[in-house]
């Protein structure tokens, strides 16, 4: 008699879950901000890097809704190849540049624009930190006198405890969540980033020296 192969397909692999950004944004593009205290050239700065004419005046909070730009890249790799393939039309990367409010001393706990300075910070994946090293009885200091190590000492303060206060606060999420979870496992490893960075916001110290 006749007989019948039958073929089996092997069976499929589980695709494993998408793994979860604990610290930072995902995304393709970067979005970087200008961050220092109030009149230290962050606006003047934004103009020069975007060919732009926000104002950028000679008192604090001159900015207080952040301006946007986006900025080609320059890469002499970029125009070599355009050189040898000589495209149709050519496209080169760019940032996105975000000109913040001034932030003061006090920041964290809503002096000045407060909170509103803050949670534009956190919509960048990084900061340029502009700081004012030059004296001029013509320019304003928020503070009475210029002095850069003091400037940028306020500023990373200010990011430092806004920064434990959100880590504080996604603990507790997280605690929360474990509660309900059969299998805790991402959980805990979340746990453990968190905690790691809450000690080095404790100490006083940058994550990103930790």
Request: hydrophobic fraction near 40%.
């Amino acid at each position: 008699g006749k007989s019948t192969i039958i073929f089996k397909m092997p069976p499929k692999k589980k695709e494993e879950p998408a793994k979860k950004v604990i610290l930072g944004r995902a995304s393709n593009t970067l979005k970087m901000g200008l961050v220092g205290l109030p009149n230290v050239g962050k606006s003047t700065t934004f103009n020069f890097l975007s060919k732009l004419s926000v104002p950028a005046e000679n008192f604090p909070f001159c900015t207080i809704d952040p301006n946007n730009a986006k900025i080609n890249v320059p890469d002499k790799r970029f125009d070599k190849l355009c050189e040898h393939y000589n495209p149709k039309s050519k496209v080169l990367a760019q940032i996105s540049i975000t000109d913040i409010a001034g932030l003061v001393k006090g920041a964290s706990a809503g002096e000045g624009l407060g909170n509103a300075f803050l949670s534009h910070i956190s919509a960048v994946d990084g900061i340029y930190h502009v700081v004012r090293g030059f004296a001029d009885p013509d320019v304003m200091h928020n503070d009475g006198e210029v002095d850069p190590i003091r400037d940028m000492e306020t500023i990373n303060y200010e990011l430092r405890a806004k920064d434990l206060q959100q880590i504080e606060k996604a603990v507790a999420d997280v605690e929360v969540r474990m509660k309900r979870a059969k299998d805790k496992r991402r959980d805990e490893e979340e746990l453990a980033v968190l905690a790691k960075v809450k000690q080095l916001l404790e100490e006083g110290k940058m994550v990103k020296d930790g």
